[in-house]
C-alpha cells in the first residue's frame, strides 16, 4: 500500500487557485503562461547574442553551455519539486508556503493561470540566478543561463499541455510523459516529480512503481524480440 494522499493535495472537480483572501491581490497573481514567455524569452536571445557577438563565445561552444544550462533547468525543476514542495514538515509557516506556492496547485491542476510564477516576482529570481551564473562562469555563464532560461519556458509549456490537454490531444511521441505527471497528480503526489523530463525520476529511483514495472516489461520485451 502506498502512503495515503493528504487531503490538501486531492484535486477537485472544480474550482479556481486562491492565490490571496484581497481579490485584486488574486487577480494580479493568476499569470498566464504566455506571459513569461513573452518576458523571458527576448532575454534569453539578447543573452546569447551578447555570449557570441560582445563576448566572442564561438557558437558551438555557446550552444554546449546552454544545453548545460537547460540539463540543469531540468535537475532544479526536479530538486525543488520534490523537495521544497512535496517534503512533509510540521513546521506551520512553511506548510503555508507550500499551500500557497503548490499546493493549491495541486487542489485545482486544471486551472491555467495556476502554472506560472507572477513576473513581478521570478524576476527577481532570475536576476538572482544571472548573478549566480556570471560570478561562477565569467561570460560563459551568460549562454548557460540562457539556457537555464529556456528550459523553464519550455517546462511552462509542457506543464500547461499535461494538464490542460486531452488524451485524445497527446501526440503519441508526447504521451509517456503526459502520463508521468498525470499519475503525479491523480495517483501518487509522492512519486514522478519530472514535469519537462523523466531524467531525474530514472536517476533517483522516484518513477511511479506500476509505471516502472511497465517500462521494466517493456525493455525485458523489445530484448527479447530476434
Known sequence: MGRRVPEELRPRAQGECIF????????LLRTPVWVPWAVYFPIALFVLGVAHFHFGIPWLN???????????????EYVVHRFLYHTETSW???RRFQMRAHGIHHQYPKDPYCLAMPVFLSIFISA?????FYLLLGSKGLPFYAGFTVGYLV?????YAQHRWTPAQVPRFFYPL??????HHYKDPYANFGVSTRLWDFVFGTMHKKEQTKRTQQQQQTRSTP
Open 155 to 159: 517546462y511552462l509549456f509542457i506543464h
Open 128 to 132: 538572482g540566478i544571472f548573478i549566480l
Open 62 to 76: 555557446a550552444t554546449l553551455l546552454f544545453a548545460a544550462g537547460w540539463l540543469t533547468w531540468t535537475l532544479t
Open 20 to 27: 490571496h483572501e484581497n481579490p485584486r491581490i488574486h487577480k
Open 92 to 94: 506551520e509557516a512553511f
Open 178 to 183: 503526459w502520463e508521468h505527471h498525470v499519475i
